[in-house]
């Protein structure tokens, strides 16, 4: 079956670092995407990992492990409208199949 | 102007009536998705679309048919909607050869 795993929610404050996890376990994997969704608007794209090891863009960073099923997401010098969920996406078969998403509440 | 735009924004319907959500897309993209989002849930595949002549049937379609006027246009049906389909609705475009999918604004249904 598909499946991907992620924390529902988790806090940290401003100007921190917060690392968030991501099982999954998909068919026809090619490659996992992070994508960041503010409450009631669109998913937006942050990032894509296609190998393993580490992608990093700005203060965003990515990480894959295509043997363990393994991908995280690092943010740096959190802000306060880093407040959102982040959804781990696997990518695969021309279709997308979605985690449920952490919800990350960054505190002053 | 946005590349992928939905419409209506947010509509609040009763049991049984038939309604339509239009997607429109400026991107130039041959794949189209339409996507359900409810709390605690991931998002969910209804139909794709992979080109004009071509409709899908997703994780979720029961209840709900498609239509793929043109190119650009893609629009979900619910033929007589039920309280349970109450959701955040999302359309999405793709490019073939790339698995990044852009999305709409999304639509807020609500069935009463």
């Known amino acids: 079956g598909q499946n991907i795993d992620q924390p529902t929610e988790m806090t940290a404050t401003e100007g921190a670092i917060v690392q968030i996890n991501c099982t999954y376990q998909?068919?026809?994997?090619?490659?996992l995407f992070w994508y960041q969704q503010h409450a009631g608007e669109a998913p937006t794209f942050l990032s894509y990992?296609?190998?393993?090891g580490l992608e990093e863009k700005g203060r965003f960073s990515s990480f894959l492990s295509r043997s363990k099923g393994y991908s995280y997401l690092l943010l740096k010098e959190l802000q306060m409208k880093d407040s959102a969920s982040y959804l781990c996406?696997?990518?695969?078969?021309?279709?997308?199949?979605f985690g449920a998403g952490t919800r990350l509440a960054v505190h002053p | 102007d946005a590349d992928v735009t939905q419409t209506p924004r947010n509509r609040i319907t009763k049991t049984g009536k038939r309604i339509m959500l239009e997607c429109s897309q400026t991107?130039?993209?041959?794949?189209m998705y339409w996507y359900r989002q409810d709390p605690g849930l991931g998002l969910r595949l209804i139909y794709y679309s992979f080109d004009v002549k071509d409709i899908n049937k997703g994780e979720i379609s029961d209840g709900y048919s498609v239509s793929r006027q043109a190119q650009a246009k893609f629009s979900l049906s619910l033929e007589s909607a039920i309280p349970n389909q109450t959701a955040l609705y999302f359309c999405?475009?793709?490019?073939?050869?790339?698995?990044?999918?852009?999305f709409g604004p999304g639509t807020r249904l609500t069935v009463t």
């Open positions: 998909t068919s026809g994997f090619n490659g």
């Open positions: 990992n296609v190998l393993d």
């Open positions: 999405a475009t793709s490019d073939p050869g790339s698995d990044e999918q852009y």
């Open positions: 996406v696997s990518g695969g078969y021309n279709k997308l199949i």
């Open positions: 991107k130039g993209h041959d794949r």
